[in-house]
């Protein structure tokens, strides 16, 4: 039975060529379909981004939101690279190219979903990563600064990072190493202040060692207290954008969390501004520690006009006012007075379905609001033009990572839209009918 099993397997043509053609006819298959559920989607949204790979690339990641069997779905549509520029034009340009030739309408794409970076938008936008950093003030910038030259000391000298790990090993340390800065990776900059305020006497102990100037701001204070608070005020913030960035998330969803974070900024200035940081723990801890012979009014007002000016950024970054559509979160307890009269109708006979009650209940808002396309088509129509659009570009940067592991330094040649099709796709390629479509070489 063993040798007959065998004997199969080796049968099986498993050269380098048969299996690339084999994962592209996987990857067409699934592009088929996916393209036939978005053409019987009455709308659809796009979430893309670019990222350059190992070998200098530049590629362009596009996902998909659609309707499907009364639930929206998303997948990815297509990896492409980008010959030259990348520029908002050459981007639009592989879109332009894409979606007519798979017989795709312009028409039923309602959102386009981008980081807001200049190539795509051409002016500046964005989440709430950047938000605390934009417009800090000077005390608190040049804490920041003189943190990542700090760290820059240690991990860009691998001599140092080697030193630095045995004495955090020898102080019986949480951790062994600090964390790098990129601008990238939009979580960095909380986590990296975060370790290094817990690692903050094992770096004074080095730095003095090696006879650096920036072991005088360890000695220092206010330096500390000003790196307590800023490791407090971005872990807040990391906090938000991690709520943020998930699958199936959408507009109102997100407005709420955005509006939750501003009422918090209006409580944490209005206490801060009277002397009270027990919202922000390392700072409220270190405050302690230190004693009453420091005086740190001067700041509790630097960090009151941080949380009022990051106010007023969030409030120009997210300008637009959901209110009004309160009934798509819950059409049983909310009115719509703005709405036609033929939609309010609508929504009076979906209040007064106890049936539909029970389904609220018990799916997601993007879910029940697409099993009622049928029977209330009027404010269905509305509520996917709301819900189906992406608000963050989540999908791209979880893709890229995966890039990251498909396209390494020994595969750097490799054309990895099919590979990355399989990986991320939720559509499963139909084997069945794959094989029915291949020649058995007998021959073999």
Same mark, same amino acid.
């Given at each position: 039975?063993?040798?007959?099993?065998?004997?199969?397997?080796?049968?099986?043509?498993?050269?380098?060529?048969?299996?690339?053609?084999?994962?592209?006819?996987?990857?067409?298959?699934?592009?088929?379909?996916?393209?036939?559920?978005?053409?019987?989607?009455?709308?659809?949204?796009?979430?893309?981004? !670019?990222?350059?790979?190992?070998?200098? @690339?530049?590629? =362009?990641? /596009?996902? *998909? #939101?659609? +309707?499907?069997?009364?639930?929206?779905?998303?997948?990815?549509?297509?990896?492409?690279?980008?010959?030259?520029?990348?520029?908002?034009?050459?981007?639009?340009?592989?879109?332009?190219?894409?979606?007519?030739?798979?017989?795709?309408?312009?028409?039923?794409?309602?959102?386009?979903?981008?980081?807001?970076?200049?190539?795509?938008?051409?002016?500046?936008?964005?989440?709430?990563?950047?938000?605390?950093?934009?417009?800090?003030?000077?005390?608190?910038?040049?804490?920041?600064?003189?943190?990542?030259?700090?760290?820059?000391?240690?991990?860009?000298?691998?001599?140092?990072?080697?030193?630095?790990?045995?004495?955090?090993? !020898?102080?019986?340390?949480?951790?062994? @190493?600090?964390? =790098?800065? /990129?601008? *990238? #990776?939009? +979580?960095?900059?909380?986590?990296?202040?975060?370790?290094?305020?817990?690692?903050?006497?094992?770096?004074?102990?080095?730095?003095?060692?090696?006879?650096?100037?920036?072991?005088?701001?360890?000695?220092?204070?206010?330096?500390?207290?000003?790196?307590?608070?800023?490791?407090?005020?971005?872990?807040?913030?990391?906090?938000?954008?991690?709520?943020?960035?998930?699958?199936?998330?959408?507009?109102?969803?997100?407005?709420?969390?955005?509006?939750?974070?501003?009422?918090?900024?209006?409580?944490?200035?209005?206490?801060?501004?009277?002397?009270?940081?027990?919202?922000?723990?390392?700072?409220?801890?270190?405050?302690?520690?230190?004693?009453?012979?420091?005086?740190?009014?001067?700041?509790?007002?630097?960090?009151?006009?941080? +949380?009022?000016?990051?106010?007023?950024?969030?409030?120009?970054?997210?300008?637009?006012?959901?209110?009004?559509?309160?009934?798509?979160?819950?059409?049983?307890?909310?009115?719509?007075?703005?709405?036609?009269?033929?939609?309010?109708?609508?929504?009076?006979?979906?209040?007064?379905?106890?049936?539909?009650?029970?389904?609220?209940?018990?799916?997601?808002?993007?879910?029940?609001?697409?099993?009622?396309?049928?029977?209330?088509?009027?404010?269905?129509?509305?509520?996917?033009?709301?819900?189906?659009?992406?608000?963050?570009?989540?999908?791209?940067?979880?893709?890229?990572?995966?890039?990251?592991?498909?396209?390494?330094?020994?595969?750097?040649?490799?054309?990895?839209?099919?590979?990355?099709?399989?990986?991320?796709?939720?559509?499963?390629?139909?084997?069945?009918?794959?094989?029915?479509?291949?020649?058995?070489?007998?021959?073999?």
């Amino acid at each position: 039975m063993r040798d007959s099993a065998a004997a199969k397997l080796n049968a099986v043509p498993l050269s380098n060529d048969t299996v690339a053609r084999r994962i592209s006819d996987m990857s067409n298959d699934i592009r088929e379909q996916l393209i036939s559920f978005i053409k019987k989607s009455p709308y659809y949204a796009l979430q893309l981004d !670019e990222s350059t790979d190992i070998a200098g @690339q530049a590629q =362009l990641l /596009t996902y *998909v #939101r659609y +309707l499907r069997d009364k639930t929206i779905e998303e997948d990815v549509l297509f990896c492409r690279p980008l010959q030259s520029h990348t520029t908002g034009q050459a981007i639009f340009n592989v879109l332009d190219v894409f979606i007519p030739k798979y017989g795709l309408a312009w028409d039923r794409c309602i959102g386009l979903c981008t980081d807001g970076a200049r190539a795509m938008t051409g002016r500046e936008l964005g989440l709430a990563a950047p938000l605390a950093a934009k417009k800090m003030l000077v005390l608190f910038d040049s804490v920041l600064n003189q943190s990542v030259k700090m760290i820059n000391l240690i991990k860009s000298r691998p001599l140092n990072s080697r030193l630095f790990g045995v004495l955090c090993q !020898e102080m019986g340390s949480g951790h062994e @190493q600090l964390l =790098l800065h /990129t601008e *990238v #990776r939009w +979580l960095s900059r909380g986590r990296l202040l975060q370790r290094l305020y817990e690692l903050r006497e094992e770096l004074r102990w080095f730095l003095t060692e090696i006879k650096s100037d920036l072991a005088k701001h360890l000695d220092d204070t206010m330096w500390l207290a000003s790196l307590s608070y800023l490791v407090d005020i971005f872990d807040c913030l990391n906090v938000l954008n991690l709520s943020l960035q998930s699958r199936e998330t959408h507009i109102l969803l997100l407005a709420d969390r955005v509006d939750a974070f501003t009422q918090k900024l209006d409580l944490w200035h209005g206490r801060i501004s009277r002397g009270n940081c027990d919202m922000f723990p390392s700072l409220a801890d270190y405050i302690t520690d230190a004693g009453t012979s420091h005086d740190f009014s001067s700041l509790f007002q630097s960090a009151s006009e941080h +949380l009022s000016e990051m106010r007023k950024q969030f409030a120009t970054y997210f300008k637009e006012d959901y209110r009004s559509f309160a009934w798509v979160r819950d059409p049983f307890v909310c009115t719509a007075n703005e709405l036609s009269i033929n939609m309010q109708e609508q929504l009076i006979e979906l209040k007064s379905d106890s049936r539909l009650k029970e389904l609220f209940t018990s799916c997601p808002l993007s879910s029940f609001w697409a099993a009622l396309m049928q029977e209330y088509p009027q404010l269905c129509d509305v509520t996917l033009k709301i819900l189906l659009p992406f608000v963050s570009t989540y999908l791209c940067e979880a893709g890229f990572s995966k890039m990251t592991a498909l396209k390494t330094k020994y595969r750097n040649r490799a054309q990895i839209e099919d590979d990355l099709r399989l990986c991320l796709s939720d559509i499963a390629p139909r084997i069945e009918d794959l094989c029915k479509a291949k020649q058995a070489q007998v021959s073999h």
